[in-house]
């Protein structure tokens, strides 16, 4: 059974940086991917970043891009997304999500996820 474990998240002052942490277990295959999405108040949930385990292959939503980065903490099944320059429009609830999958993305279609965090929250305000 797939499992994930969020960390990180807080309150941040535009400008500033926040890491936020995703730890992934139950894979029964060499294949699987991890990725963050978030959800504003009064939004659809969006896709933020995907990470695949297989050939190390990152994507990014056009509104991070350049801004936040996502790595894979060694050999575990762990990914850090580092945020930097956060604006207030970045203020969400962060969900991290895990699927068995050769690619987290194609095209204009993220993975759907199969387990899903609790979501931390990240605010952005002075």
């Known amino acids: 059974q797939l499992q994930v474990e969020e960390s990180g998240g807080g309150l941040v002052q535009p400008g500033g940086s926040l890491r936020l942490s995703c730890a992934a277990s139950g894979f029964t295959r060499a294949a699987y991917v991890i990725g963050w999405f978030r959800q504003a108040p009064g939004k659809a949930r969006e896709a933020v970043s995907c990470?695949?385990?297989?050939?190390?292959?990152?994507h990014y939503a056009d509104s991070v891009k350049g801004r936040f980065t996502i790595s894979r903490d060694g050999t575990k099944n762990t990914v850090h997304l580092q945020m930097n320059s956060l604006e207030p429009e970045d203020t969400a609830v962060y969900y991290c999500?895990?699927?068995?999958?050769?690619?987290?993305?194609?095209?204009?279609?993220?993975?759907?996820?199969?387990?899903w965090g609790q979501g931390t929250q990240v605010t952005v305000s002075s």
């Open positions: 999500a895990t699927q068995e999958s050769v690619l987290c993305r194609y095209g204009d279609v993220w993975f759907p996820g199969d387990s």
């Open positions: 990470f695949s385990f297989l050939d190390g292959s990152t």
